[in-house]
């Protein structure tokens, strides 16, 4: 069985950096949607809530 190449420094670097750059537009997300008076602007932003985190997966 041929062995896997190891994950360099920059390619785990990079996973980590976007983990943390998509971890905190959710989080941002989830506060704006509490906070938001405009049902419509709501509706938009719950959407694109919806759509980003069903992507972790």
Do not use: V
């Not at 959710?26 to 959407?47: H, N, P, S, V």
Request: avoid cysteine; proline fraction near 4%.
């Amino acid at each position: 069985m041929p062995e896997k190449p190891t994950i360099t420094s920059s390619e785990l670097g990079t996973l980590w950096l976007t983990y943390q750059q998509k971890t905190m537009i959710l989080r941002m997300l989830e506060y704006f949607i509490e906070q938001a008076d405009d049902e419509k602007a709501k509706t938009i932003m719950t959407g694109l809530y919806k759509k980003k985190s069903w992507s972790n997966y």
